[in-house]
């Protein structure tokens, strides 16, 4: 994998807050904490006796990178800090993370793929879609430069990691369709993005459902993209849990505006943005810049509906095919109430400064990279 290198990072060009890293805590040790007393610190639910909110928890990922310019700003601690409410940032490794997180209502808000979105909603779990976070081309199938694959229809009995229930999964199932190939022809090995890659390196599987910012730190490696189709792609979201949106919906409008400050700044710092990615990623600057100026797209309708339901309509049958969603109707009710636009459709950009206070990053033992 990439070693860090020098970005020429300037910390003078930002206002950066302290970060506090609380105590290692994965999301199973949230899930228990929560069947035991019914609520995790943190939790949408656990506000002051006038309703306000003590905590919000949400998620950070490398494959959201206005999640980082957030978090590194300390624009929502800011925003947050008169209210009296806190901040908790939890690194997600992947939309399927991020789900789990939000089910279990260790996390108010994450960061998943509209395929996931989509999945989650449709086995029943209680959240929404409150914002489009970026229109990527962050998933493609990608090979080593020997392995004598160099299109789709190569895959037929060989293995490939994927993750299941995120993007870049679902890009495989799609292009195995489109080459006249099923799930069942191939060998899908389940392993997280930072594990599927390793896996390809070290020759344990033949190919990869990539995910960016890893794959492009992959490409840069001499791995090859053999296979690419940016409509595969079902944009970046950011949910919210259907109890938080109804007891907190001045939190989520905070947080949608102050994604909205994150994103018009993105837009006019790309070299920052991609240096932010470059340090929390721990990739090179050069690979970061891959990410945002080529396969990144900020200048985005933010407000969730008509042009996320065409794509994850295309995305739903796929769900019966392979076994995750045991029903049509359970897809169509979903894609029915998956959407809760009003928040981006209200957005002001925020225009904080940043925050001095201390921002709280709960790790869990997952490696990223």
Same mark, same amino acid.
């Given at each position: ?36 007393? #019914? ?9 002051? *006796? ?29 925003? /947050?800090?008169? =209210?009296?409410? +806190? ?6 490794? #992947? ?8 089910? =279990?209502? *260790? ?23 409150? /914002?489009? +976070? ?6 493609? &199938? ?21 993750? &299941? ?18 799930? #069942? ?71 949608? $505006? ?62 019966? $095919? ?11 009710? *979903? ?27 709960? +790790? ?6």
């Amino acid at each position: 994998m990439p070693s860090q290198t020098d970005t020429s990072f300037s910390p003078a060009r930002f206002p950066r807050p302290r970060f506090r890293r609380a105590a290692s805590a994965t999301i199973a040790g949230a899930a228990v904490a929560l069947l035991a007393t #019914g609520c995790v610190e943190g939790e949408g639910s656990g506000g002051t *006796a006038e309703g306000e909110l003590d905590t919000l928890t949400l998620d950070f990922a490398t494959y959201n990178p206005l999640s980082l310019v957030i978090m590194e700003h300390g624009w929502l601690e800011e925003e /947050l800090s008169e =209210a009296g409410t +806190e901040v908790e940032w939890i690194q997600s490794h #992947g939309s399927n993370d991020a789900n789990e997180k939000l089910r =279990a209502e *260790a996390i108010d808000v994450g960061s998943t793929a509209g395929s996931a979105a989509l999945l989650a909603r449709a086995n029943g779990a209680p959240q929404q879609i409150i /914002l489009i +976070e970026n229109q990527p081309e962050w998933a493609a &199938l990608v090979t080593s430069p020997d392995s004598g694959i160099t299109d789709v229809g190569d895959l037929e009995g060989v293995s490939v990691a994927a993750t &299941l229930g995120t993007d870049p999964y679902f890009f495989l199932v799609q292009s195995l369709h489109e080459a006249g190939l099923e799930v #069942g022809d191939v060998e899908v090995q389940n392993l997280q993005h930072a594990d599927g890659r390793s896996a390809l390196a070290n020759g344990d599987v033949d190919a990869w459902a990539g995910l960016d910012p890893i794959m492009a730190g992959a490409e840069a490696d001499g791995e090859t993209l053999f296979y690419r189709n940016v409509d595969f792609n079902t944009y970046s979201v950011i949910n919210a849990t259907e109890s938080f949106i109804e007891d907190h919906p001045d939190v989520a409008q905070t947080v949608v $505006d102050v994604y909205e400050q994150a994103r018009e700044w993105a837009q006019e710092n790309p070299e920052e943005t991609a240096e932010i990615l470059a340090e929390h990623s721990n990739i090179d600057l050069e690979v970061a810049e891959t990410v945002i100026r080529e396969r990144s797209n900020f200048d985005v309708d933010p407000v969730p509906g008509a042009a996320q339901r065409e794509v994850l309509q295309e995305v739903g049958p796929i769900f019966l $095919d392979t076994g995750d969603v045991s029903s049509q109707d359970s897809i169509d009710e *979903a894609l029915e109430t998956l959407f809760h636009p009003e928040f981006a459709e209200n957005r002001q950009a925020t225009d904080a400064e940043g925050s001095e206070d201390e921002a709280t990053i709960v +790790e869990d033992d997952e490696d990223d990279q």
